[in-house]
């Protein structure tokens, strides 16, 4: 394999201005894990740093959930509290893994700053699968412990492991064995915080990345790799606050500029989108105001009520944002900046946004759980002006585009997305095989087909893996077609997206039936055994075999472009 350097990225020119030595946000380079990486020169590098910076906040508030106001004094009080029990009841200490599966809410917050002050690495559970998918994310992790809430402990009742249960009156706590959160979590007086002062290499959470093989694999991120993505954050926030100034000539209020502004938090804390907007907040001394699930009345609650004027989102909210009779120009107008990742947008909802919100600054960023999300990013009119594009390699983010056999492909040539940054991942959990086909020298393979033009614009052409995105969610088809498989009624299956106006994409799939069921039935076995938003929403029964390659194969490629064409010829 051809292993040379890649040539080096071309960049947004704004990154000029504000990185470099002596200007607002300077670079240095590091060796972590004998890596050599690039590092913003005075940003935190581990969480710990992150904790005692906030922990000083005092009465500034925090976390906001419904009627639920704390602030930071309170927040890491009461991580104080739990803290020192997971560190002497449950003997949680460096590299201890610790399951957290619950709604969006404060407590998730406090178990987080908890297990990872004391060392411990926190797996954040997918909290709305099913009893199945979250003990075998448990047990892919290697979790001694498990924090869970009341529905989730109902619904894992009895799991290999301790549990601290928040809302403990909703579930039958073990003898000896379980815990109640609230009674661990209280504020005790002259009991301070005090977080185990990490290596940049120390793990610190485990994110679930759906299984291309039919189960998700746990993705390693350490304290190093939070905390540079928390930096490149404020850090592209910055460059987007000019640009918006600069493009549409409105100062942007210091109360609303990037490092001030309230982080809202829209998707579930499972994600690297729930979760790293927290780590970001803490980071700037934020807000962060945690929504249990997307509801588009709260959203305008926030806009009207908290001056939320940044929204990161996913197409399924904006669409329905601006189906809501509370879209008023007045409130349209309050949202400065609107920020997606993922494929490109509807051009009808770009139009849309661009007639009503002519003074909201769109971003696409393109990144993954495996590279804590920063990869690339475009802005503005250079958005509008390459909508397919994913934009520029982020400041300190190493981006290439390879061929099979490593080498760098041409401009414009066709090849897999490389990644490499100090916020690339350590490795899937308890998957070696599966970590040296994705980390190579340094550099994470994405399982992206992209390419990159002359001016240094990368675009995702396709998916290398087979992978829906509905509502935000990823979905990948081996999974589906694994439980598929089970239902001894089935003797072939494909799963499969199909366009949806609202979701993007919604899963769907042929079934070769070896034996009588209905579309019902296989929805039930599915629903039975994974989250509701991977079920197929349409199932298509049939006797006839599915087509195959010359080397025996199904041939995806053809059949998902047939019934895609099928579908939109209705």
Request: glycine share 8%; charged share 25%.
């Amino acid at each position: 394999m051809d292993r040379t350097e890649p040539r080096a990225n071309l960049r947004d020119p704004l990154a000029e201005r504000l990185i470099g030595p002596g200007k607002t946000f300077e670079t240095e380079q590091v060796t972590i894990a004998g890596i050599r990486q690039q590092v913003f020169r005075h940003a935190p590098r581990n969480l710990a740093a992150i904790y005692r910076k906030a922990a000083d906040l005092g009465a500034r508030p925090m976390v906001v959930a419904g009627d639920v106001r704390l602030s930071y004094e309170e927040t890491f009080a009461r991580a104080a509290g739990l803290s020192q029990a997971l560190r002497g009841r449950f003997q949680v200490g460096p590299g201890t893994r610790v399951a957290i599966a619950t709604a969006n809410r404060p407590e998730w917050v406090i178990a987080l700053i908890a297990v990872t002050a004391a060392g411990g690495i926190a797996a954040l559970v997918n909290s709305r699968g099913s009893a199945e998918e979250m003990l075998h994310a448990m047990a892919t992790a290697g979790c001694e412990l498990a924090i869970l809430d009341g529905e989730r402990a109902a619904l894992v009742p009895d799991p290999p492991m301790s549990r601290i249960v928040i809302e403990g009156e909703r579930a039958s706590l073990r003898p000896g064995q379980d815990a109640d959160f609230a009674e661990l979590s209280h504020a005790q007086p002259g009991i301070d915080l005090d977080p185990l002062d990490c290596d940049p290499s120390h793990g610190a959470v485990i994110l679930f990345t759906s299984g291309t093989t039919g189960r998700p694999k746990g993705a390693l991120l350490s304290q190093g790799a939070l905390a540079h993505a928390a930096a490149l954050s404020e850090v592209m926030g910055t460059m987007q606050d000019l640009l918006y100034e600069e493009e549409l000539g409105i100062a942007v209020p210091p109360d609303r500029a990037s490092m001030a502004g309230p982080a809202v938090i829209l998707t579930p804390m499972f994600h690297l989108t729930g979760m790293l907007p927290v780590v970001r907040g803490m980071s700037l001394g934020a807000t962060i105001h945690i929504m249990a699930k997307w509801n588009v009345d709260i959203a305008f609650d926030m806009i009207e009520q908290s001056g939320l004027s940044r929204v990161a989102f996913v197409p399924t909210m904006l669409w329905d944002m601006l189906q809501s009779p509370r879209a008023t120009p007045e409130n349209l107008a309050a949202i400065r900046s609107l920020a997606y990742g993922g494929g490109p947008l509807n051009s009808e909802l770009v139009a849309e946004v661009r007639r009503r919100m002519p003074k909201s600054l769109i971003t696409n960023t393109y990144g993954q759980s495996e590279n804590t999300g920063w990869a690339c990013s475009l802005s503005g009119e250079a958005y509008l002006s390459h909508p397919q594009s994913c934009g520029w390699a982020c400041p300190t983010v190493d981006v290439s585009v390879r061929r099979e056999d490593g080498s760098e492909a041409d401009v414009d040539e066709a090849g897999e997305i490389w990644v490499r940054s100090a916020a690339v991942m350590s490795e899937y959990v308890g998957d070696p095989a599966a970590t040296a086909a994705t980390l190579i020298d340094g550099w994470c393979a994405t399982g992206d087909i992209g390419k990159v033009d002359e001016a240094g614009l990368f675009s995702v052409l396709d998916r290398k893996k087979d992978m829906v995105i509905s509502g935000g969610e990823n979905i990948y088809c081996a999974e589906v077609e694994r439980l598929l498989f089970d239902h001894p009624a089935v003797r072939e299956a494909i799963a499969y997206g199909l366009p949806d106006p609202r979701l993007g994409e919604r899963v769907a799939a042929t079934v070769v039936l070896e034996t009588e069921t209905s579309e019902a039935a296989l929805k039930a076995h599915c629903g039975e055994r994974m989250a509701i938003y991977k079920v197929p929403r349409e199932i298509v029964l049939t006797r006839e075999s599915l087509p195959r390659t010359a080397t025996g194969k199904i041939d995806r490629a053809n059949f998902v472009k047939t019934a895609r064409a099928a579908r939109e010829e209705k």
